[in-house]
């Protein structure tokens, strides 16, 4: 039988960004985008708000003729005027999903192909840079399915959204959502979109069963990035990624605590929103247990096919960390190894992992040299400069970000040095957002006031919260810094 449910949404639903002209890069044109992940979209629409229940679904969609609609689906066919002189927009998702990956945008947007079956979309003032910035897409994929198995969604598209998007990326099938953070002018931030892709097998295909399982969606899709930036650009740049990220494991541990329930792999939420639960534990730490898995079982020749048994042994399903586990065991019947695993204190247990890899740190080591000299430099009046521009000249993008965070982690550096080094190295003009980022919260902790009026810019310009929060904490938000908000805020 057919059930008919007739409703209509809220402003306020929690799942949907209604933006203004004024908040868009044309400033002429309103703009819808969704947020569904991770139970908003009961908000949006009826439905089992849960990942552990898969649904296909069609859509019809109507909008003003001069805007574009998208959605987590394939395209039926192509707008039809109606006689309200409103558009027609159909579409269809042949591929069981849980509904938090529904998606919808609407704006005034345009495309630009990047291979066989992919198209980025965004508004006229971004998408060239974003057809330039994405351009590997397709080399992606073909590797992604080379680890992975077949890519089962048809097309694979992404949408550079409005800078108020509050992710780095959203995988909805067939439509990745990406925040314009990643236009770094060098493709130095693509990694993202490897991410991304990972997901259309290890969260879209294979799904945890609830948010408590989480780390099955993001340890496994940051592994198979892994994999893929290994494949791309050298198992050297997969292991210096590998260790930014203990880093932000490390970070994130020492925010929340260490003896704090949610820093565990698999969390008890009774009562507690997976929105307040979100941060880099479930990527990191199951990242880590996921390498020491490999390792212990024999290396990528031995863990490498189980990968991609694992993904069609579970394919259109949702599974829990005890599906993983006995999957594993029955694949790997005679690996005492695996008897040396406690999982108890890899799964329940608050904090670090029990067990850190040995990670290649050939690549770090510059980034290494290159802290220590500064921390050792007294930077007196009588002490001139002994750095130069060519010092990160043969840096990638990910080591000055390593170099970076290495002196976040030291004592605060005076202002003195700071400005030094930006004389030398001139941070304050980088694109990459993930250098910006760190150079921020450099200057923040230092105490360089010039450097919080930059921080402050960079907040209200974008809203990822992956920088708008850790920014917000560093500032400690005195009452000028309060006032200076709120001037911007309501500019």
Not at 81 to 93: M, N
Request: glycine share 6%; with cysteine; proline share 6%.
């Amino acid at each position: 039988f057919i059930l008919s449910i007739f409703y209509e949404t809220d402003v306020n639903a929690s799942a949907l960004q209604w933006l203004s002209p004024e908040q868009t890069a044309g400033s002429k044109h309103p703009y819808l985008f969704s947020q569904c992940q991770a139970i908003h979209c009961r908000s949006m629409f009826p439905c089992q708000d849960t990942p552990s229940v898969k649904v296909t679904y069609t859509a019809e969609i109507t909008a003003p003729p001069e805007l574009t609609v998208l959605m987590s689906a394939r395209r039926i066919g192509v707008p039809t005027v109606t006689s309200t002189g409103l558009k027609l927009h159909k579409f269809e998702q042949p591929v069981p999903i849980p509904v938090y990956l529904v998606a919808i945008a609407v704006g005034f947007l345009e495309s630009r192909k990047l291979g066989p079956r992919s198209h980025v979309w965004s508004e006229q003032q971004v998408v060239d840079k974003a057809a330039y910035e994405f351009a590997e897409t397709e080399e992606m994929l073909l590797v992604a399915e080379s680890i992975c198995g077949e890519y089962v969604w048809g097309i694979y598209d992404l949408l550079v959204l409005p800078p108020s998007f509050p992710y780095g990326g959203m995988e909805n099938p067939c439509l990745t959502f990406v925040t314009p953070t990643l236009l770094a002018g060098d493709r130095s931030l693509a990694s993202v979109v490897a991410h991304e892709i990972s997901h259309s097998w290890t969260g879209n295909l294979v799904t945890n069963r609830n948010f408590e399982h989480f780390w099955l969606n993001e340890g496994f899709t940051r592994f198979v990035e892994g994999k893929i930036v290994g494949k791309l650009h050298g198992e050297k740049a997969r292991h210096l990624s590998a260790i930014g990220g203990l880093k932000d494991l490390r970070a994130a541990i020492q925010h929340l605590g260490e003896n704090n329930p949610l820093t565990c792999l698999v969390v008890d939420l009774k009562g507690v929103s997976p929105d307040d639960a979100f941060s880099a534990i479930p990527y990191e730490k199951g990242y880590i247990l996921l390498f020491y898995l490999e390792e212990l079982v024999g290396g990528a020749e031995a863990f490498d096919p189980f990968l991609r048994a694992y993904i069609n042994k579970f394919k259109y399903t949702s599974i829990d960390t005890d599906d993983f586990k006995k999957f594993l065991y029955e694949y790997f019947p005679n690996n005492s190894k695996l008897n040396l695993v406690d999982w108890n204190e890899w799964l329940f247990k608050p904090g670090m992992p029990p067990v850190i890899p040995k990670y290649d740190n050939s690549l770090e080591k510059v980034c290494t040299d290159l802290r220590i000299k500064w921390m050792e430099w007294a930077a007196t009046p009588d002490d001139a400069c002994p750095f130069k521009p060519e010092d990160i000249k043969d840096m990638s993008s990910q080591q000055v970000k390593e170099f970076l965070a290495q002196l976040l982690e030291e004592q605060p550096l005076s202002v003195a040095k700071l400005q030094a080094m930006e004389n030398t190295y001139n941070f304050n003009t980088v694109v990459n957002c993930e250098i910006r980022f760190r150079w921020l919260q450099l200057g923040i902790k230092g105490r360089w006031k010039e450097q919080v009026d930059r921080a402050l810019d960079f907040v209200v310009e974008q809203g990822r919260m992956k920088y708008v929060r850790p920014l917000y904490r560093h500032l400690s938000l005195t009452q000028d810094t309060l006032c200076s908000v709120q001037g911007k805020l309501s500019a």
